[in-house]
C-alpha cells in the first residue's frame, strides 16, 4: 500500500487500520499507542466527527482490529467503553492519567478526573509509577476540526516513559496525528494509519514543523 506521507522515519496510510495492520512486517513495531474512537457519537452540524464515532457493531470492530494490532499496546479505552475492553482481554496492568482540571461528569453525579490506559503485552522499559498526574490543555490550534486530540504534553510524557529512542511507535487510529508528532519531537520513527483523510492532512501539516526542544523529553 502506497503512504499518504512519508518522511524522517515517519509513514502515514490513509486506509483502515483493519488493512494495513496485516501488511506491516512482524517485529517491526516496538509499540502501539493509540486512542481509537469511543463511538459516543460526536457530531458536528449533524455529521458524525469520523467513520470511527458511528459504528454500529462497537465491540465486534473492537475486537478484529485488537487481534492484529501488535504488542506492546496501549490503549484509552475511555471510561464509557472500559467494561467492553475488559472482556475482550484481561490487560497486563491498568495505569491512570489523572488530570485535576478535568470537569466531565461522571455517573456519581461529580466529575470524572482520571483516564484508564490499557496496558497489554511487556514494554521495552521498567514503568516506574503506573500514573501520571498533568492537567490538560485546552485550545489547541493545530488540529484542526479533530474533537478530541490528545493533549501533546502528556502523549509526550508517556512515550519517553514507555518506549526507548530510535524504536517504531505505531498509531492504527492517528486522529490528528498526537503521537506522529510525539514520536518525531523525541527521535523515534511512527507509522499512522487513519481512515479520514482531512485527519492525514492535518497530521501531515503538523509533521511539517521544526522539532524544538522539550522539557518533558528530559
Known sequence: MKPYYQEG??????????????????????????????NVGLTRN??????????SDYQTWTRQWFALAPRPLI???????????????????????????????????????????LVY??????????????????????????PCPKDPRFWRKLMVDTSQPGQTILDPFMGSGTTLRAAKDLGRRAIGIEIEER?????????????LPLEVAR
Open 9 to 38: 522515519g515517519i509513514t502515514i496510510y490513509h486506509a483502515d487500520c483493519r488493512d494495513v495492520l496485516p501488511t506491516l512486517a512482524v517485529g517491526s513495531i516496538d509499540l502501539v499507542l493509540t486512542d481509537p474512537p469511543y
Open 46 to 55: 449533524g455529521v458524525a466527527y469520523s467513520t470511527g464515532d458511528n459504528i
Open 75 to 117: 490503549v484509552t479505552p475511555g471510561m464509557v467503553n472500559l467494561a467492553m475492553w475488559l472482556t475482550i482481554e484481561r490487560p497486563r496492568w491498568v495505569c491512570a492519567w489523572v488530570k485535576p482540571n478535568q470537569c466531565s461528569p461522571s455517573a456519581l453525579n461529580g466529575f470524572n478526573t482520571w483516564e484508564p490506559l
Open 121 to 146: 503485552g511487556r514494554l521495552s522499559k521498567p514503568l516506574g509509577q503506573d500514573s501520571w498526574v498533568m492537567s490538560i490543555q485546552t485550545g489547541q490550534r493545530d488540529v484542526g476540526d479533530h
Open 199 to 211: 485527519y492525514c492532512e492535518i497530521a501531515a501539516r503538523r509533521l511539517s514543523q521544526q522539532v
